[in-house]
């Protein structure tokens, strides 16, 4: 990578390298266990002149996103959370019958089976084939293809403005920034309202997320170089929330430049706190690959101890995060046996890289394990209650991040 995305600039600084990985969805089955497995440089980069936080796009969305191993509604927490964003976009917007809501990157149609449900007219707008196909047998009018200025204006043809545009999770996922926000503002009325959410880079560096930096992920966004993006499509920021999901997230609220008006003070809050956690400054970075080795070498040493003592450890969730992990911690089956995953299309899978087994959850409570490794970390209220089982026979749950943390599966903590 030599100038950033975004603005061209040629004054990109070193964040944090993870050496090389496979594609972090690119799970393997039994057959390509003793085929070539390609990997690529994972090295995250900050431009020092609009402050985007990047990686090389070294893979594309459509070697990704044609066939996808990601299903929104395996999560319950996921679904309520699209429950409660649909209820209040509905009252924000003024949503109504005659309203049109258009999901970008609308995955099996968790989002949008909530306005399905209200009788409000959308449309999802997908490019993973699969589960595109998963929505529209769940009855959510889904189309396959990517995000561009022409597809947002075909839809727009076809179905008219969207009053609402959803892009959540998706931002992030697209190397081609000024491109998509260009069809966000295609799809969007000229009076309507966009909302988008993506991880918080503020959350992602002072809590050592760094599991979540992979070959999907090609931008890391903080509000300031947020609203840089969204204004080379025509879109203004007015409104932002903080979220708790995937560790920390933010909710983008924009419209067209041209009926934006004056941002809530939200805006100008958050961007405080961006500035005084030094993000738009070198010095809010420098730690941060010194704090992710110690991630690294924390995990390796609990779970060396406990191969030496002859424990059994095993992994809960499959998801792109934790490969990520996995693969810069060097991890496999000889420190964990296996993984399991509610997503049936994992089941006798392998992870990337790491060659690690994908089984289905049933096997943990046929094996009771003294411990159970969490890799999706971000749903720790979730899987605590989901994994009480695990308390049955005294089995403990591990979070290796933001720190490892040991706990029993009544989520009561024991030691750090």
Not at 25 to 33: G, M, P, V, W
Not at 117 to 123: A, E, H, K, P, S
Not at 299 to 309: C, D, P, Q, S
Not at 375 to 395: C, F, I, K, M, T
Request: one cysteine or more; aromatic letters at 8%.
């Amino acid at each position: 990578m030599t100038r950033c995305r975004l603005c061209g600039s040629a004054a990109l600084a070193s964040v944090v390298d993870l050496g090389a990985t496979p594609p972090c969805e690119s799970f393997l089955a039994a057959d390509q266990l003793d085929l070539p497995e390609p990997a690529y440089p994972l090295h995250l980069r900050v431009c020092t002149d609009c402050w985007l936080a990047q990686i090389p796009p070294l893979i594309t969305p459509e070697e990704t996103f044609k066939e996808y191993a990601y299903f929104s509604s395996y999560s319950t927490s996921w679904v309520q959370h699209a429950r409660t964003f649909v209820a209040g976009a509905v009252r924000r917007v003024g949503l109504g019958p005659d309203s049109f809501v258009a999901e970008v990157a609308s995955n099996d149609g968790y989002l949008l089976r909530h306005v399905v449900d209200r009788g409000i007219r959308c449309l999802g707008i997908e490019p993973s084939e699969n589960v595109g196909a998963a929505a529209r047998e769940a009855g959510v009018p889904t189309l396959t293809e990517f995000l561009s200025p022409d597809t947002g204006a075909a839809v727009r043809d076809a179905h008219g403005p969207a009053d609402l545009v959803v892009a959540n999770n998706v931002y992030a996922h697209i190397p081609d920034v000024v491109g998509f926000t260009r069809g966000l503002r295609a799809l969007v009325a000229d009076d309507g309202w966009v909302s988008i959410e993506v991880q918080h880079l503020l959350t992602l560096i002072e809590e050592n997320q760094y599991d979540t930096i992979y070959h999907e992920h090609f931008q890391y966004y903080t509000v300031a170089s947020a609203i840089r993006a969204l204004a080379s499509g025509g879109l203004t920021l007015v409104d932002v929330e903080l979220l708790p999901t995937h560790g920390g997230s933010i909710r983008l609220w924009a419209r067209p430049a041209e009926v934006a008006g004056e941002p809530a003070r939200r805006v100008a809050d958050v961007l405080d706190r961006e500035k005084a956690a030094g993000l738009q400054e070198l010095s809010g970075y420098a730690e941060f690959s010194a704090r992710v080795a110690k991630v690294r070498r924390d995990l390796l040493t609990f779970l060396i101890g406990a191969a030496e003592r002859g424990e059994t450890v095993v992994g809960y969730g499959a998801p792109g995060k934790g490969n990520t992990l996995l693969n810069h911690c060097g991890i496999r089956p000889d420190l964990l046996a296996y993984t399991v995953d509610r997503n049936p299309y994992k089941h006798g899978r392998f992870t990337p890289g790491t060659r690690i087994p994908i089984l289905p959850p049933e096997r943990i409570a046929a094996d009771k394990p003294d411990y159970v490794l969490v890799l999706p970390w971000n749903l720790r209220a979730e899987l605590v209650e989901q994994l009480s089982y695990v308390h049955d026979w005294g089995g403990r749950l591990v979070f290796p991040i933001p720190e490892l943390s040991v706990v029993e599966a009544a989520s009561r903590k024991v030691t750090a």
